[in-house]
């Protein structure tokens, strides 16, 4: 149980489009989803956190309006990186969470992004 | 807020060695503990977490993990290694009171044969 999918599981795209990365938790409704951007070689930077039916609340230093964050169910949510650029590229992580107060967070298998 | 330090960024093991992995941590209030491998181009898969109870504490792949609340630490151990336990270990805290989650940097597990 408790299977986090994330779609897709790579993505090429160019300079200056937007894509988007969908978070699913397959077989249990997340109230609270969450972003992680990992750096090559580096840990996980907590980019926002989204709660179902509201507005995601983001980390300092993460512009939002560059990325995009929707939870409009309580079983997707998902990331647009809008005008993507080169410094953009990244492997993008998303976690999902039973409740906005319950420690334990299931993480889907990651999207690594590449702008060329 | 609460923060993790993993004191080695790299750890060179042979097979069949044991190794530790060392973590510590600081908060202000109570928290969970959580050890997360990581294998390349995937995500987080847990290994172990301390949420109460036995300080020492058991999770999958023969791994262990003691909750030192003196010493704010949380080392991963396992005494014998495997090739195939070679990956990116990531020492995370959670406040007992909401679910934010931080990670430590990672330390890059090599197992050599």
């Known amino acids: 149980g408790a299977v986090v999918s994330q779609h897709p599981s790579r993505v090429i795209c160019k300079s200056g489009t937007s894509v988007k990365i969908e978070c699913r938790s397959l077989d249990f409704q997340a109230t609270t989803m969450f972003w992680y951007r990992q750096f090559p070689k580096k840990s996980l930077m907590l980019m926002a956190t989204s709660n179902e039916g509201s507005k995601a609340t983001y980390e300092q230093g993460v512009e939002k309006d560059k990325f995009l964050i929707n939870h409009a169910s309580l079983t997707l949510s998902t990331l647009t990186v809008t005008s993507a650029h080169p410094e953009d590229s990244s492997f993008y992580i998303c976690?999902?969470?039973?409740?906005?107060?319950?420690?334990?967070?299931?993480f889907g298998p990651g999207t690594r992004l590449t702008v060329t | 807020a609460q923060s993790v330090t993993q004191l080695d960024s790299q750890v060179p093991v042979f097979e069949e060695a044991p190794v530790e992995l060392r973590c510590n941590y600081s908060s202000s209030v109570s928290v969970y503990l959580f050890w997360y491998v990581q294998y390349p181009n995937q995500g987080l898969q847990l290994l172990l977490k301390?949420?109460?109870?036995?300080?020492l504490v058991k999770g999958i792949n023969g791994f262990e993990a003691e909750f030192n609340k003196s010493q704010t630490s949380f080392h991963l151990r396992k005494p014998s290694v495997h090739i195939s336990d070679t990956a990116e270990y990531f020492c995370a805290v959670s406040s007992r009171w909401d679910n934010d989650m931080r990670f430590g940097a990672g330390t890059r597990l090599t197992v050599k044969p």
């Open positions: 976690s999902a969470s039973l409740t906005t107060t319950s420690y334990e967070q299931y």
């Open positions: 301390y949420l109460s109870g036995s300080t």
